[in-house]
């Protein structure tokens, strides 16, 4: 599976943006995809995952972020509103494989937020 992420830049607090991640390669293997942030000197972090249909959010986005599967395009949306400073990270989009569940991971985003 191959990932190619998009909609990364520069926001103000309280401002939007989408991130998208389209997938190509053996996309019927599929099991969940989704987002992770990592902020410097930070862990990689869940932000939002889709898995057979069930959606499941980081505590800190819950209620301002919104994952969204395009099935017909293979594209994962991640609509991002209420946007803070502390989200600024890069946003790698993530899926899950196969029988053994092997991860593939995208280039990454950068989302920067000012205050």
């Known amino acids: 599976v191959q990932l190619q992420a998009s909609g990364g830049g520069l926001v103000q607090a309280g401002g939007s943006l989408r991130l998208s991640c389209a997938a190509s390669?053996?996309?019927?293997?599929?099991?969940?995809i989704g987002w992770y942030r990592e902020a410097p000197g930070k862990q990689r972090d869940l932000v939002a995952i889709?898995?057979?249909?069930?959606?499941n959010y980081g505590d800190s986005v819950k209620g301002r972020f919104t994952i969204s599967l395009d099935n017909a395009k293979n594209t994962v949306y991640l609509q991002m509103n209420k946007l803070k400073p502390e989200d600024t990270a890069v946003y790698y989009c993530?899926?899950?494989?196969?029988?053994?569940?092997?991860?593939?991971w995208g280039q990454g985003t950068q989302v920067t937020v000012s205050s």
């Open positions: 993530n899926v899950v494989s196969g029988s053994y569940f092997v991860n593939y």
């Open positions: 390669g053996n996309t019927r293997s599929i099991n969940a």
């Open positions: 889709i898995s057979s249909g069930a959606t």
